[in-house]
């Protein structure tokens, strides 16, 4: 037959038309699309047109849709009666003008054809799709070709379904058109009485019909003679009813099918006189079912029916095969007496829902041993009771189950790292990480876990413990408690950290159990009664950095390959974080070790008191750029300092100690102001090529003799970039002491203008330094944090001047900082009034000019 047949082209819209939205296409495309990790999937019945009849993803065409098979990847995928592979569709000359290409729906196709069951002809295309490109490989195309005789099967049981509705249309048109015929046998007289519906079905015409049994004989073919006469003289004998069907040779050489039931009547002695009867032509509904019969053995896929009394009334071959059971040893018996495991199984339920509902059913469903199987099931309800397709999907279920387990164990390894590695980012220590490592473990890999980290002295120390009962967690930890100084050479987690490896023990009490000395120790471990257990190191970068052993109780599996590999995975991304964050620590430490070596504690001069403060950031090795000073001039003038270098480690924690160096160098030297120390130390940064940014203010406390008497004291500052000095005076004004323009920080222009800046202050008054971290990060804007450190700055200004710096960090940073915080204050107070000589320390010219 051509593939424009019409014959085959009017089938194929009746397969379309009972294809579409069928539910088992529905789930082989999203099976397609889920296996395949493709967007799209869909199966096409093709004739002259492509009709979609099961769709997944988010497909251009929707159900039900037709499209011109020309104009279709599907229509090339037809052509080429193989598997039509497409990884980038634009540029595909097979494809490219194709108009789901050219819109831009389909970047990427992997296509592949439904045969019928002679392999003849293409009656559909399964494929998988995406807008973008993607290379299939060719374990994608043998997938997609796996799923190909499902999907064919599902088209031939519509098609099946089809043949079996247009031939039962077809029976009762001709029996309304053509009726039954009837015959009256008169068993005294040997007449046999025709109705012109019957001569018809035999080929007689009236003229040439004899009336006699002879006549009947001529036209009964032989081989079916003897039957029919049997079953017509045992009616006779015992006065009963028969039926029986047979065939009719008709001079022309055509043979028909005859129905033909009756009764004999019996005369007053019982004894038959007549036989009455009707007979109808079923050649039609003969060669349906034949053809029925044809396609059912020829389906890839079982099939079966039953009556309503749960017989078998129909077993095909392939039904044969998966049910391990002959025709002869199926048919005529019970379902659930020859498979007495579906009784009360998901098998019983579906079937008795679709009998008394009246509604198909779909389901998978396991079958226990001599089967042990899992089976994907369409069951449909009929007039003579229920018709099955199945077909076993065990490898299919099995392959879901593995890839199901492996993006299980994928998400727990991302989950339980991501909470291990937040708890230790967010400063909550290791313990807490190790909790949150055993919280995710239990119950998901086993039914208790011990967690242990290394001391820095290469001992071993368990740390957490948990239990998927709440009321063995006590013991677990009590046990995680004792347990180390209890194991022997032999125990499975020395080996563990011995080898490197997962070391799986199948018997617990055997390995661990019978070395355990009699107390505590033993008690806790008979109460926990482990059955199977996994031990490992947790290692990263060839340093093991602690160990995780997981049970599991009797009633539980013990750990398979794939639980293995998740247990492995978690293990070296935990090592790894813990690995980092130790590292990240000593890093930390050690630059804030240098940090503090390179601050000093300040100077107490008799006018005032000088407190001094460094926290380092919260972050591991966020530290080293952050720095204060405070010093004596040789004249007795005190400076003050505050700097930030750019950088957050220890290469800014060294270029902080040379600025910080060079700075007192330069002060000391000249006993030079803030703006000159500033402009030299800018000229020093280039100079020695110290390649450093940083921020810098400095302020020197002086006085005149007049100042002097009057208990003054002037505060002589100016600002490289940084952020602006406070002023609390003694009647409790916060004054903010920022320029309308700000200063270049150090080290981008060694000629860059500097400014100097003068207040005069009375006894009381109170001067803080300060660095960014205090008052800028990411919850906090500088110009906010400013502000709300003037407002802190006056409300608790009357505090003793450590407890004041003390309570602002407190306040404003309560946990704990992104950045560095440095920190310098200065309270002036009164007493008595020193007389320094003319020129003596501190003084100044009284028309020394304060800007340049």
């Known amino acids: 037959m051509s593939p424009l047949d019409p014959d085959r082209l009017t089938a194929a819209r009746r397969v379309a038309a009972t294809a579409v939205g069928s539910p088992g296409l529905q789930r082989l495309t999203d099976l397609a699309a889920t296996l395949l990790r493709a967007p799209s999937a869909g199966v096409a019945v093709v004739g002259d047109v492509q009709t979609i009849a099961g769709v997944s993803g988010t497909p251009r065409r929707t159900i039900g849709s037709e499209d011109s098979l020309t104009n279709t990847l599907g229509g090339v995928t037809v052509a080429a009666r193989a598997p039509l592979v497409v990884t980038d569709a634009p540029t595909d000359p097979r494809v490219a003008d194709l108009p789901a290409v050219r819109e831009g729906h389909v970047g990427s196709y992997l296509g592949v054809p439904?045969?019928?069951?002679?392999?003849q002809h293409v009656v559909g295309v399964l494929s998988v799709f995406g807008p973008g490109p993607r290379s299939w490989s060719e374990g994608d195309v043998a997938l997609l070709s796996q799923l190909a005789p499902q999907a064919a099967s599902e088209l031939e049981l519509a098609a099946l379904t089809t043949e079996f509705e247009v031939s039962r249309l077809r029976w009762g048109l001709a029996i309304d058109a053509a009726g039954i015929g009837s015959f009256d046998w008169d068993l005294t007289t040997g007449k046999l009485s025709w109705d012109d519906r019957l001569l018809e079905l035999f080929g007689y015409e009236r003229d040439d019909f004899t009336g006699t049994m002879e006549a009947f004989d001529a036209r009964v073919h032989p081989d079916d003679a003897e039957r029919v006469r049997e079953a017509l003289q045992t009616a006779i004998d015992v006065c009963a009813e028969f039926e029986v069907e047979y065939r009719v040779q008709l001079p022309s050489g055509e043979t028909r099918w005859v129905q033909a039931r009756g009764r004999a009547l019996p005369d007053e002695r019982d004894l038959a006189v007549r036989l009455l009867g009707a007979a109808y032509d079923t050649t039609e509904q003969r060669h349906g079912e034949t053809r029925l019969a044809r396609v059912l053995e020829s389906m890839p896929a079982a099939f079966f029916s039953v009556d309503r009394n749960w017989t078998f009334s129909y077993v095909n071959g392939g039904a044969e095969e998966l049910l391990g059971a002959t025709r002869e040893q199926l048919l005529g018996g019970n379902v659930w007496e020859l498979f007495p495991a579906s009784v009360g199984s998901e098998f019983e339920i579906h079937y008795r829902q679709a009998m008394t509902s009246g509604e198909p059913v779909a389901f998978d469903a396991w079958y226990p041993p001599p089967l042990d199987a899992w089976y994907e099931v369409r069951a449909w309800p009929t007039p003579e009771g229920l018709s099955v397709y199945f077909s076993e999907v065990t490898e299919r279920y099995r392959t879901e189950q593995a890839a199901r387990r492996r993006a299980e164990g994928l998400a727990l390894v991302a989950r339980v790292s991501d909470a291990v590695a937040a708890a230790l980012?967010?400063?909550?220590?290791?313990?807490a990480a190790m909790q949150e490592l055993t919280l995710g473990v239990v119950p998901a890999l086993g039914d208790w876990v011990i967690v242990s980290l290394m001391e820095e002295g290469g001992r071993l120390h368990d740390v957490a413990s948990w239990h998927r009962?709440?009321?063995?967690?006590?013991?677990?930890?009590?046990?995680a408690e004792l347990r180390l100084a209890a194991l022997t050479s032999t125990a499975p987690l020395v080996a563990a950290l011995a080898s490197g490896r997962v070391i799986e023990v199948p018997d617990v009490p055997e390995a661990v159990g019978r070395t355990l000395p009699p107390g505590p120790v033993r008690d806790a471990f008979d109460a926990l009664a482990p059955a199977t257990?996994?031990?490992?190191?947790?290692?990263?970068?060839?340093?093991?950095?602690?160990?995780?052993?997981?049970?599991?109780?009797?009633?539980?599996d013990p750990m398979d390959g794939e639980d293995v590999v998740v247990v492995q995975q978690l293990a070296d991304r935990v090592a790894l974080a813990l690995d980092s964050v130790a590292l990240h620590e000593q890093q930390r430490r050690m630059a804030e070790d240098l940090q503090r070596s390179l601050l000093t504690d300040p100077p107490q001069p008799d006018r005032a008191e000088i407190a001094v403060r460094y926290f380092p950031?919260?972050?591991?090795?966020?530290v080293g750029g952050d720095w204060y000073d405070a010093f004596l001039q040789p004249d007795g003038t005190t400076i003050l300092a505050i700097g930030d270098v750019v950088g957050h480690d220890t290469k800014a924690a060294a270029a902080m100690g040379q600025l910080r160096g060079l700075l007192r160098g330069i002060a000391w030297r000249s006993a030079a102001g803030p703006m000159e120390v500033l402009r030299d130390l800018d000229g020093a940064i280039e100079g020695l090529q110290l390649r450093t940014l940083a921020?810098?203010?400095?302020?020197?406390?002086?006085?005149?003799?007049?100042?002097l008497e009057r208990g003054e004291t002037r505060l002589r500052w100016s600002n490289a970039g940084h952020p602006p000095l406070l002023v609390r005076h003694a009647d409790g004004k916060v004054e903010v002491l920022a320029t309308e323009r700000a200063d270049l920080m150090l080290g981008v222009a060694p000629d860059a203008i500097r400014r100097e800046h003068a207040v005069v202050l009375d006894a009381g008054a109170t001067v803080l330094l300060y660095t960014d971290g205090l008052v800028e990060g990411r919850d906090l804007p500088l110009d906010d944090g400013v502000d709300r450190l003037a407002g802190l700055f006056a409300e608790l200004g009357e505090l003793p001047l450590g407890e004041l710096v003390d309570q602002v960090v407190a306040r404003l940073r309560p946990q704990g900082s992104e950045d560095d915080v440095a920190l310098v204050a200065v309270r002036l107070h009164g007493g008595d009034v020193q007389r320094w000589p003319e020129g003596g320390p501190g003084t100044v010219p009284a028309s020394l000019p304060l800007t340049d």
Do not use: C, K, N
């Open 533 to 556: 257990a996994v031990a490992l190191g947790l290692t990263a970068h060839g340093r093991t950095v602690g160990a995780m052993s997981i049970y599991r109780s009797a009633d539980r």
């Open 617 to 622: 950031a919260v972050q591991a090795a966020q």
């Open 695 to 707: 921020t810098a203010a400095v302020a020197r406390l002086e006085w005149t003799g007049a100042e």
């Open 469 to 479: 009962d709440p009321a063995l967690r006590p013991m677990a930890a009590r046990y």
């Open 114 to 119: 439904l045969f019928d069951p002679a392999r």
């Open 425 to 431: 980012v967010e400063g909550r220590g290791a313990w």
